[in-house]
């Protein structure tokens, strides 16, 4: 292995050609500033990409991630992205059977369909009006707290007035949300409904006092200060390729292929050293941006590392010939698939899935929500599946720590698709397994992907597809002006693990480039 010295310098480097390091090599590149990007894999992205997984198949599914609401449409209009997202027609559907009758919970952007279907479940109008209290108090506080992610950070206080509403912040901030769920909803389903953004790539329980899931809760239901979640036009891929393109065209080198092995500074300069399959190589500049995690930061920098990360979801990709007919006779497949179909997430449910997890045992019914991005978006298949009534379906499954896959990897993975399936299965008038396409090879279109999967393909800390426990979005002890500060003033953090961080945001990567555009000329 050959050793090479740079023969030149870089005014930025940065670590990661996720979307979060290229939003932040297209700001400093269009600001003049001259910026390496690293990345290990033979392709930028990260986990924001487009893929065809099956074999012979010509269909493109956001593999890893899969709706957009966080990202600020700032960022958009600032680097000219040729982006576009496209709402979904229905926010949700979720099957449960009462009375030994198949029914369910449809709600969308007709307020007069979405009241009926609440009156059908529920047999009255409480729960739609307290549904309406409810997201009325989440949509305040997001129109409030959605503009602060790309300025400097708040302080607690600052955030507290900017909200001006104590009852809500009491609710999102200081209580456990399930007290707040519980105050506002009898029906245990549409309790579990609400529930599951606060569990997202996150274990834990209603009332647990860390507050973690409020945390997620508060990113689910803020974005773009309404909450929405839309799908990417030409799937999760486009962002990037569009943010790779602005990145180029403004001048910064997207070296893929180059995983960076360690960082040195003095504070005032660095070094970064890389390696290829031919040789290393090293690249000093003035900033090292890291896109990568917390924990991969302190390898890079021979630092302490944090405290170890855990994810906790099940990600599953699939094709079907067909959409399944449902059980439920008051709701057509392509409007149930067309939002977020909640599968064993009642409010007992999760709480039953959460208890036997921590326990050590993989849920008995699995929780799970099932998007169908080419209801939507049409365009990830090729004209020949779109013309045959073909559609891709991504599945989220909640409450799979990584600790379940330690032991049997790969039993475990099959065990709970199996249950996660079946879960689904009961409330479908056809086995799912009727419907799955196959591939070039004959192979049921199924792609499963665990947190120990994703730490081995994508570096993700123990899966976590947040990089670490979300943060608040105010500033805390040791947080710096912009939440991506670390303690090497020149060596900032652009990833997921910053403050403000996790989904698809490039929140990081826009803060990082504004800490550097801020910092004094050397």
Known sequence: MTTQRGTRGHDVVIVGGGHNGLVAAAYLARAGRSVLVLERLDRTGGAAVSTRPFAGVDARLSRYSYLVSLLPAKIVRDLGLDFRLRP???????????????????????????????ARLTGGEREYAAWRRFYGMTGH?????FPTLTEPLPTRAELRRRVDDETAWRALFEEPVGVAIEDHFADDLVRGVVLTDALIGTFA????????????????????????????VGGMGALTDALAAAARDAGAVLATGHEAVRVDTDGRSAEVTWRTADGEGVAAARHVLVGASPQALAELTGAPPPPPAEGAQLKVNMLLTRLPALRDPAVDPREAFAGTFHVAEGYRQLAAAH???????????PPSEIYCHSLTDPTILGPGLAGRGHHTLTLFGL?????????????????????????LDAHLAEPLADCLATDADGRPCVEVKTPLDLERDLALPGGNIFHRELTWPYAQEGTGRWGVETPYPNVLLCGAGAVRGGGVSGVPGHNAAMAVLESPAH
């Not at 506080?141 to 707290?145: G, L």
């Open 88 to 118: 979904r027609t229905v926010s949700s559907y979720t099957p449960v059977e009462r009375d030994g009758r198949p029914t369910g919970l449809l709600v969308g952007r007709d307020e007069r369909r979405t009241r009926a279907s609440f």
């Open 141 to 145: 506080v997001a129109r409030k707290v």
């Open 205 to 232: 329980d209603a009332h647990d006092p860390s507050l973690r899931q409020n945390r997620c809760f508060l990113y689910h239901v803020i974005g773009g200060g309404t909450g929405a979640w839309d799908v990417p």
């Open 355 to 365: 208890a036997q997890a921590a326990a050590g045992r993989p849920p008995a019914a």
């Open 399 to 423: 409450h799979t720590p990584a600790r379940l896959f330690a032991r049997d990897h790969d039993t475990v993975r099959h065990d709970l698709l199996r249950a996660t399936l079946a879960q």
